[in-house]
Nanobody, 124 residues
Framework: QVQLVESGGGLVQAGGSLRLSCAAS????????MGWFRQAPGKEREFVATISRSGRSTYYADSVKGRFTISRDNAKNTVSLQMNSLKAEDTAVYYC?????????????????WGQGTQVTVSS
């Protein structure tokens, strides 16, 4: 299994930008799709974005489409989430995760490895 460590979270004003990174260790990184999820206080974990193992296919939650961009660098074992035009409702702990297979998915149950999360707080 892969170990995942997120970084890049912080406090930002509404309308600002943040870039989250997820560093993966282990030899399976390029064999799996990857995803970003988030969880706000008192809410269930929700899908944000996913990317195929090649990076050619990406999918986004409607709430972030057009504002967030997921990318990966298989040579560096990293996956990133560029977040622009941030809103107060984007405030959450953000997690990266490795999918069970090569296929993109928006379902948390189809991911087997998770990072510890990084806090993103957007002030209005």
């Amino acid at each position: 299994q892969v170990q995942l460590v997120e970084s890049g979270g912080g406090l930002v004003q509404a309308g600002g930008s943040l870039r989250l990174s997820c560093a993966a260790s282990g030899r399976t990184f390029s064999s799996h799709a990857m995803g970003w999820f988030r969880q706000a206080p008192g809410k269930e974990r929700e899908f944000v974005a996913t990317i195929s193992r090649s990076g050619r296919s990406t999918y986004y939650a409607d709430s972030v489409k057009g504002r967030f961009t997921i990318s990966r660098d298989n040579a560096k074992n990293t996956v990133s989430l560029q977040m622009n035009s941030l809103k107060a409702e984007d405030t959450a702990v953000y997690y990266c995760a490795e999918a069970n297979s090569i296929y993109c998915s928006s379902y948390p149950d189809e991911y087997h490895s998770w990072g510890q999360g990084t806090q993103v707080t957007v002030s209005s």
